[in-house]
């Protein structure tokens, strides 16, 4: 018990006071959300990447079995979603929500500052975090999309142009950097460190500004169902595959956390713009994200000493 409150006090407190005051604040001035995810994507988010994957100490090898690792995490999970929502009766547009609330998880808004805080900013965990954050973007803005039945236009317009996101770049060229040992200049790098140091506070309070902007005028069994799939079915499936895998260490440690995380507000992002009712994608995310309060705590203890 004396662990659990640790890592309450210590790893969830100090996130939580962030969001509430981005929540606080954008119940109070009405920001405009789109300009704070602009914010994120096309400035902080990038140098975040870029400077961490520059400065870890990682291996090629290592990184295509977290890759594949998170192929087979998302098919099984797909599987999985699936039958339980065809067991629930739910129709095909509720079906898809269903499936991608559990798919697509909380790896950058949520993960990275918990990453943060359980590693002490060790660059070689959030190495792996940002693998895991960049595979959920991608997957999140192709299949995502794709899953709700686009016009053909919109889905390719949506494929496409992920690669034009700076994102994208930020990572290839921290991985490009990294490798070949690549000097940054000084004055860039002093730049570039404090734009970085940046990242946790920021994305916090656009995670509060998001959740306040989230509204939903009922409650319905199959949401609670699917959060309690995200939050422990989902970490469950990870410690399986982790063992398959002989993964251990920081690695396996980052992975669990990480899959423990709530539904990403993506997923609603997604349903907004595609589904007939984004306001079911929405419940789903409020819950995983109040019940994570609890669960993830567990998962950080079960992963530190565990793996």
Known sequence: MSDFLFIFINVMLPIAIIVIIGYVVQLRFKL??????????????????????????????????????????????FVLTYFI??????????????????LFYNAGNYGVPVNDLVFRSDPYAMSIQIMMVFFQNMFAYSYGVVSLRAAESGKWKALLGYFKMPIFYGLALGLIFNFLNIVVPTSVYIS?????????????????????????KRIRISSIAASFIRLIIG?????????LFNL???V???????????????????????????????EIVMFSTLFSVVTVPLVIYIALNVF
């Open 192 to 216: 570039f460190d404090y734009i970085s140091d940046a990242m946790i506070g920021t994305v916090l309070f656009i995670l509060g500004a998001q959740i306040a902007g989230i509204s939903f």
């Open 85 to 102: 929502g065809k067991a629930m009766g739910l129709g095909t547009g509720h079906q898809i929500l269903f499936t991608n609330a559990n």
């Open 235 to 243: 970490p469950a499936l990870t410690i399986v595959l982790l063992l």
């Open 32 to 77: 405009d959300r789109g300009t704070l995810a602009k914010l994120m994507i096309n400035y902080i988010m990038p140098i975040f990447i870029f400077m961490n994957l520059f400065e870890a100490d990682m291996e090629f090898t290592l990184l295509m079995s977290v890759l594949l690792f998170l192929i087979l995490y998302a098919a099984l999970t």
């Open 248 to 250: 251990d260490g920081v």
């Open 252 to 282: 396996a440690q980052a992975i669990l956390i990480t899959t423990a995380m709530p539904s990403a507000v993506n997923s609603t992002i997604i349903a907004q713009q595609y589904s007939d009712d984004p306001e079911y994608a929405a």
